[in-house]
């Protein structure tokens, strides 16, 4: 296939292999565009006059008195399986783009000399929202149960139907099993955006073995696909775009060849000699396909690019200080809406029960928990620990207060403890291995759905 021609029109089909010995893999934004593309042709129009108008602004728009901040939610689409990640993960990505949009990763220091004074702090900072659509406290991490979206699609896009807030006020982040690539393709697409041009369902799609680098993530990848995918969603093409021909609109990214040229972090590799002065490709680069621990920095260009895209609607309005209100990232001079949850609620007797304050809108300056059956029935810190040691089912409450007022929320039967560990005792036991209780006829096995074996006679 000739793709010269396809690249005139921005279009990049990312699913190249790496190599025989390589998991294919890529990043669908490209792909998802061409399809909007096909469908809507004047999308082309739109991107041309933001990108004439941005190269124009280029130079003007430069660093910060302060950073911008962006209101992110997680909806974790899950059936119970791995991909219903911990919050631990999510917090450990919001780390990664924190950093990587704030020049604080430590693999900065590994950049080459060539581009260091190109790299830029892009200071844009993201939070998680504690408030929702609707008003109510919430912890940035929204979790739904549904097969509809675990394996999603780049073409019907089932999760965003499934949920979706306000792209004026959140970043829509969907963390999903997989993804099936735009009009039946194949190969693995681990994550991709919608640019701030689009009139879609906006935000990004990612796999949740590439949220962040702990729990599930994939330890290549180090929580990079995000940084990259919300690159994307705040206007960056990838370095490659137009290949040496260089169509990324940012002069100061080297042009490279094609996607995965510079996988492996090829030493001085250097795909094009057009470029002037002649510098070796940017695999640092969080645009281009190198793995997740090659890359390290954003360029000044592209800094410019993303400034000038949360200038734009419908970026601008996420970065007010009214949205970052209404949003609850920040709190204002209002008495404080009552959320709590606990890091477990079935628990054995005699196990410890961490509780956190999820409450929104106002600071609390005094919480008053009712946690009766614990060891500590009335507490007033901010995150108590407790022990329960009587099985049964517990209500749990808590009110916030401050100068402004206060307000309780509360969870009837929230905490379930179980007799401790040694007391339930197994009314029967089987251990498959000494001979096949299959063939004996004393199991069945009802398949597929709601696997279980289940006891048929002695
Ligand atoms: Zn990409
Ligand atoms: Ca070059």
């Not at 949920?163 to 004026?168: G, L, R, S």
């Not at 702990?214 to 490659?240: K, M, N, Q």
């Amino acid at each position: 296939m000739n793709l010269r021609p396809i690249y005139k029109v921005f279009i990049l089909a990312c699913s190249l292999m790496l190599s025989p010995l390589m998991a294919q893999h890529h990043c669908g934004t490209d792909e998802f565009y061409q399809e909007q593309l096909n469908l809507n042709p004047s999308l082309k129009v739109i991107e041309n006059q933001y990108n004439e108008e941005c190269k124009a602004q280029m130079n003007s728009v430069q660093s910060r008195a302060s950073i911008y901040t962006i209101p992110v939610v997680f909806h974790v689409i899950h059936t119970n399986g791995p991909e219903n990640i911990s919050r631990e993960q999510i917090l450990d990505q919001l780390r990664v783009l924190n950093e990587d949009f704030n020049k604080k990763n430590a693999n900065i220091a590994n950049l080459r000399s060539a581009f260091t004074s190109r790299a830029a702090d892009c200071q844009i900072a993201f939070e998680l929202a504690k408030v929702d659509p609707n008003g109510n406290c919430t912890d940035g991490v929204n979790r739904i149960y549904s097969s509809a979206g675990v394996e999603t699609s780049m073409t019907s896009e089932p999760v965003k139907q499934l949920i979706y807030w306000d792209k004026n006020k959140y970043l829509n982040i969907w963390v999903v099993s997989s993804i099936a690539p735009s009009g039946g393709g194949s190969g693995t697409v681990l994550g991709y955006a919608v640019f701030p041009w689009m009139n879609n369902r906006d935000g990004v799609v990612v796999r949740h073995d590439r949220v962040g680098s702990i729990g599930t993530a994939a330890s290549t990848d180090g929580g990079r696909t995000l940084t990259h995918e919300v690159g994307h969603w705040l206007g960056l093409y990838h370095t490659f775009q137009d290949g040496c021909t260089g169509g990324d609109q940012c002069d100061d990214t080297p042009p490279v060849n094609g996607t995965f040229t510079n996988a492996s972090c090829p030493a001085n590799g250097n795909s094009c000699s057009n470029d002037s002065p002649d510098l070796p490709d940017m695999w640092e680069n969080f645009m281009d396909y190198s793995d997740g621990k090659c890359m390290s920095a954003f360029t000044t260009n592209q800094r410019s690019r993303m400034h000038y895209f949360l200038g734009q609607t419908p970026r601008k309005n996420l970065v007010t200080s009214s949205n970052l209100t209404a949003t609850g990232v920040v709190n204002s001079n209002v008495a404080p809406k009552g959320l709590f949850n606990a890091d477990k609620r079935v628990v054995c007797a005699g196990d410890v029960v961490q509780f956190y304050d999820l409450s929104c809108k106002g600071g609390p300056t005094v919480w008053s928990w009712s946690l009766p059956g614990s060891s500590s029935p009335n507490s007033s810190q901010k995150d108590p620990k407790v022990i329960y040691q009587t099985p049964g089912t517990y209500k749990v409450s808590l009110t916030v207060q401050n100068n402004y007022g206060s307000n309780s929320y509360s969870q009837d039967a929230y905490i379930t403890v179980l007799k401790a560990n040694g007391d339930n005792q197994a009314q029967w036991e089987e251990n498959f291995e000494s001979s096949d209780p299959f063939s004996s006829g004393a199991f069945a096995h009802s398949s597929p759905a709601g696997s279980q074996f289940s006891y048929l006679s002695t």
